[in-house]
């Protein structure tokens, strides 16, 4: 059974793509601390974040600090937050965020998805996309 987050990489569930390429996907979680909060996830469909092979890894790694970079430009931050949960979809990933201060890393405060406003979550995936220089599919322009 395919988890939530290969589905949305497949095209069965919509997500607001600010990157992609061959072995990463950064897309806009549903549930954001703060507008701008996107996953970073491997295609590859690997459970723990310890059983991926290293170079996949290291490929995540590099992806979330350049989009770390775009969040802290799109938004204004002072720093991109970055958290490895993987408790909630059996899928690796990383949580990055537009973030000011260490209260912010608190899932308690994050948004339900029917709390969200449809309108800032596009245009927070416009501002990271103008950051990276990617279009809507989240490839290089």
């Given at each position: ?5 290969t589905k949305?990489i497949n095209g069965?569930?919509p997500?607001?793509f ?6 990463v996907v950064?897309?806009l ?9 996107v996953?970073?996830v491997p295609?590859e469909e690997v459970d ?10 290291g ?5 979330a600090?350049?989009?770390?970079r775009?969040v802290?430009?799109a938004?204004?931050?002072s720093?991109a937050?970055?958290?490895?949960a993987?408790f ?7 949580h990055?965020?537009?973030t000011d ?6 899932f308690?405060?994050q948004m ?5 406003d449809?309108?800032k979550m ?11 220089g990617?279009?809507e599919n989240?490839?290089?322009h």
């Amino acid at each position: 059974m395919s988890s939530v987050f290969t589905k949305i990489i497949n095209g069965e569930l919509p997500g607001r793509f600010v990157y992609r390429d061959d072995a990463v996907v950064v897309f806009l979680t549903i549930e954001p601390l703060r507008y701008g909060h996107v996953l970073v996830v491997p295609v590859e469909e690997v459970d723990k974040w310890t059983d991926l092979d290293p170079r996949i890894w290291g490929r995540v790694n590099e992806v979330a600090q350049n989009v770390g970079r775009a969040v802290i430009e799109a938004f204004g931050s002072s720093r991109a937050g970055y958290i490895i949960a993987g408790f909630d979809v059996p899928h690796a990933h990383i949580h990055v965020f537009p973030t000011d201060r260490m209260s912010e890393y608190d899932f308690a405060n994050q948004m339900a998805a029917d709390a969200t406003d449809p309108a800032k979550m596009d245009e927070a995936a416009e501002k990271i996309r103008a950051a990276l220089g990617t279009d809507e599919n989240g490839r290089p322009h």
